[in-house]
């Protein structure tokens, strides 16, 4: 089941390049294809209206834009680089999902640790550091994971 249609959240500059699709077809909730200018949300329809999910996909759109489309091999290539940019596209979702608690925490805290190869390459503590940086808490800084 495909069915194409906007987000009801700001887009980076460009959104006509930008094309959301609801499909069944998705890891997670949802994902984001790059090639060049061009983007193409995939979100699964049971979270269609969810505006959050739907800022965490922009986010990566934005970072694509802000590091002049080398993002995708950036995230594919550097264990650093895609934790830093799954921590900051979590903490966007967490921060515009409404009434956002502890378990919402805990559970992109989990996905953080078990879906994007991340664990091969920092501790889970590490991981749930960089987590609470992007949400703006304060941390040892000294064993939370680089920084680029």
């Known amino acids: 089941m495909r069915k194409r249609g906007r987000a009801s959240v700001s887009f980076p500059r460009f959104w006509i390049l930008h094309d ?10 949802g994902q984001v294809s790059l090639f060049g ?4 949300i995939k979100i699964h329809p049971k979270y269609k209206d969810d505006i959050a ?25 550097s264990p650093t680089y895609r934790l830093n ?3 900051a ?7 515009t999902t409404p ?16 879906h994007y190869d991340l664990i091969r390459h920092f501790s889970d503590g590490a991981i749930r550091r960089s987590f609470a940086i992007s949400l703006g808490e ?5 064993t939370a994971a680089k920084r680029t």
Do not use: M
């Open 20 to 29: 959301v699709i609801y499909t069944d077809d998705v890891r997670l909730g």
């Open 37 to 40: 200018p061009w983007t193409r």
């Open 53 to 77: 999910l739907h800022a965490h996909e922009a986010h990566h759109i934005a970072e694509h834009w802000a590091t002049y489309w080398t993002h995708y091999f950036r995230y594919k290539y």
């Open 85 to 87: 940019s799954e921590c």
């Open 89 to 95: 596209a979590y903490a966007k979702q967490w921060h």
């Open 99 to 114: 009434n956002a608690d502890g378990e919402t925490r805990e559970v992109f805290a989990r996905y953080l640790l078990t």
């Open 138 to 142: 304060k941390t040892n800084t000294k």
